[in-house]
């Protein structure tokens, strides 16, 4: 058997890979494997996919993945077997675990042909994700492609300079996602303070939110741009965008980036 693309783990942000992978068809069902923790997950992408399921990474190493993909938990890398680092010899290793750093990475695969860090977010479940990813040297151009068309299935991708790149990455998109929604949940609730019945609020927030995402990526028009063709001088939009302003909204996001980051480093370095 000759697996081309090995998982660890089985959870959701592997799982929208190996599906979007599927879709595309960028690999066969036959291509892919995957093994995880005893928590049933594996055993039902397998069945949701066709892949092929290992019960252990040992034996799934046997086939010899051409790529082995880590989306495990990462306190479960040290509970990798010590044979890993001789399986691994001359493979491919794509890491999606927050915070594990490229020298880490080096330290428990000291064989392989290289290695990616990269940071995927949440809405790669949907195809509609934004990833960046740093290799620990020089990649051949077969990798390189191997690697983007993987990390794309998820949807925007980019190779970024440097490792402290991943880390401002994390604090952008990779923690961004959580803000949009808690921008969400703020509007339904201003919604519901000027006296909207609550399921409208939500409904409201909701699509108001997902609208706006829609029309920025459509548009060739700046985000700045398009708030400016939504204010008219003195409207309703202008006072709000005012009280924004007051409150310093920028700062308040700018703040939480640089929080998200410095905390990013902290785990990387822990």
């Known amino acids: 058997m000759k697996i081309k693309v090995a998982f660890v783990g089985a959870g959701k ?3 929208a890979i190996v599906k979007s992978l599927l879709r595309s068809r960028t690999f066969e069902p036959s ?3 995957c093994c995880s923790a005893n928590d049933g997950t594996s055993e039902t992408l397998s069945e949701e996919t066709g892949i092929f399921r290992f019960d252990s990474i040992e034996s799934m190493m046997e086939a010899k993945p051409d790529l082995l993909a880590l989306g495990c938990k990462p306190q479960q890398l040290a509970d990798l077997p010590d044979s890993i680092s001789e399986s691994t010899e ?3 290793i ?3 675990m927050a915070g594990i750093t490229l020298d880490r990475l080096s330290s428990v695969f000291p064989n392989a042909r290289n290695l990616v860090r990269s940071m995927p977010n949440t809405p790669g479940q949907v195809g509609a994700g934004a990833t960046g ?3 620990a040297r020089e990649a051949e151009e077969e990798d390189r492609q191997l690697i983007m068309g993987i990390l794309s299935s998820l949807g925007f991708a980019r190779e970024v300079g440097e490792e402290r790149d991943v880390d401002r990455v994390t604090a952008i998109s990779g923690s961004g996602p959580a803000y949009v929604f808690e921008f969400a949940c703020a509007l339904e609730e201003a919604g519901k303070d000027i006296g909207l019945e609550s399921d409208l609020a939500k409904e409201l927030a909701l699509h108001t939110v ?3 995402a829609k029309l920025m990526e459509e548009s060739e028009l700046h985000p700045e741009e398009l708030r400016n063709r939504v204010t ?5 939009t202008q006072a709000a965008l005012e009280s924004f302003a007051a409150d310093e909204l920028r700062e308040i996001v700018r703040k939480a980036a640089q929080a998200a980051c410095d905390r990013s480093i902290e785990l990387s370095n822990a």
């Open 90 to 92: 001359g493979t491919l």
């Open 94 to 96: 794509l890491s999606i």
């Open 232 to 236: 008219s001088p003195n409207g309703t």
């Open 31 to 33: 291509d892919i494997a």
């Open 210 to 212: 997902i609208g706006a």
């Open 133 to 135: 990813f740093l290799f």
């Open 13 to 15: 942000m592997v799982s």
